[in-house]
């Protein structure tokens, strides 16, 4: 992998160089690489054709979670989200105690080792939100619960420059990683000033399926706002909202 430099940038192939552009720069690379016939049969690539299964298990897997979440991650996510989801995903998979390597999957892996993932690498939940909160999975009734008590937003939330008021957001989702099917609910109080008066005590419950046999995943975040002229903006659209996995229930 090589840099462009000069004035014009390159992209597509001449010859057997492939120019493209990339968050780094704009960058150049020689065509190359093992047959994937090869790789598709040569004993010696088993572990590869593993390891390949087992990630492309890992990127439907987060693909699942992050559409059963999008409607909160439409505003609580970094540009590389994705790839720190999948990595995160490889790791339960890695996890699983039953299977052999590359039939390894979510459901026997720990889904646990999710909890406290942050899908904003530029507001992470821990660096916010310092109010206590108490989160809930309680499998048997189906109910994802999120309580905090009463709290001086201008103390316990580190809001970014900007910022006049917010909102406390959390989900509850079920998901059946092998069928990529989920059941989520989401809840959030309304917009409310990020100054010194205490709010109110929230309690937010997200009903799903009783007695689930899937993982349960319970996320919390913060929404800022600008307020200009009477009318609410989201913050820097939405840049520095954090969403984090507070609560995970596998089986």
Known sequence: MARQK???KLK???????FYKTQEGHLAREKGGIDASR??????????RENCAEFGRAGKAGKTLRTALRTLLLNSADSRMV???????????????????????????????LAGFDFNARGKLGTSLFAPFVGTIDRATGEIAVDLDSFLPGNMIAA?????????????AEINF??????????????????????AAINQTNLVSANSVSPLFLALGVEYF?????????????AYNPLALVQVSGL
């Open 83 to 113: 790839g720190r989801l999948t990595q995160a995903m490889v790791k339960v998979i890695q996890a699983d105690m039953v299977n052999e390597r590359g039939l390894r999957n979510v459901i026997d892996g720990e889904a646990e080792l």
């Open 6 to 8: 000069g004035i014009i």
């Open 178 to 199: 092998e069928a990529e099917t989920f059941v989520v609910a989401s809840s959030e109080t309304a917009i409310l000033p990020w100054d010194m008066t205490p709010t």
């Open 12 to 18: 597509g192939t001449i010859g057997d160089i492939t």
């Open 226 to 238: 600008q307020e200009v002229n009477g009318k609410m903006y989201p913050l820097k659209n939405g």
């Open 39 to 48: 790789i598709a049969s040569d004993p010696a690539f088993q572990r590869t």
């Open 160 to 172: 970014p420059s900007g910022t006049t008021h917010f909102k406390i957001i959390s989900a509850g």
